[in-house]
């Protein structure tokens, strides 16, 4: 069908080509980052500084959110493997009854890790400000990232960005429905990044 209207046409063009760029931007953050996660502890040298991205310890039907078990145990992982040192625990605190941070230290000193070895950022409301509170907050320029994979890549991108040298490494991956949706939404997160970063050098200059 050919399409007469002229501004119909320019619409739906500015559209593709928007798509097209948010496609290679989502392909972008996947391919660049590759190099910089792992999922075998043989191949990490030693870290000081850990950052666990926070995220709900429980899903809305009040079961094991199972992103959180597995970050959690990886962390455990790293930890008792002495491949790191001091973990940085980045998550959302604003209201009383939602704190990501809380559940966290909660579990790793369950997991008998040490209180003294644990830093608490309770401003990770989003991975952007994470990311930027390891300077800010920290003056930490190089960290370790344990989140799932697809995270990983945006949270290292946006490090690099950023100008900070991030390694990640991968928890278990999450199969089924639960995994499709967190990638659907992963999408989304990505073009907000753009829009983010675009902010950011703006306030900047």
């Not at 063009?13 to 290679?24: M, P, Q």
């Not at 800010?136 to 690099?160: D, P, T």
């Amino acid at each position: 069908m050919i399409i007469k209207n002229k501004k119909v046409r320019i619409i739906i063009y500015l559209f593709l080509f928007v798509l097209l760029c948010v496609i290679l931007f989502d392909l972008y953050i996947s391919i660049s980052t590759q190099k910089e996660i792992f999922s075998d502890i043989s191949l990490l040298k030693n870290y000081k500084y850990c950052l666990l991205l926070g995220t709900s310890k429980y899903t809305i039907k009040n079961s094991e959110n199972l992103f959180y078990s597995y970050r959690i145990d990886t962390v455990k992982y790293l930890y008792q493997n002495q491949k790191i040192k001091k973990i940085i625990l980045s998550g959302d605190s604003r209201e009383s009854y939602y704190d990501e941070t809380k559940y966290m230290k909660k579990d790793l000193l369950n997991l008998k890790i040490p209180e003294e070895d644990l830093m608490v950022d309770s401003d990770g409301f989003r991975t952007i400000y994470s990311i930027m509170n390891l300077v800010k907050k920290y003056s930490i320029s190089e960290a370790i990232v344990v989140s799932q994979r697809f995270h990983l890549q945006r949270a290292i991108f946006i490090g690099r960005v950023l100008g900070l040298k991030l390694d990640g490494f991968a928890t278990k991956p999450i199969y089924g429905l639960a995994g499709l949706k967190i990638q659907i939404r992963e999408r989304g997160a990505r073009v907000r990044l753009l829009f983010d970063l675009l902010f950011y050098f703006l306030n900047k200059k």
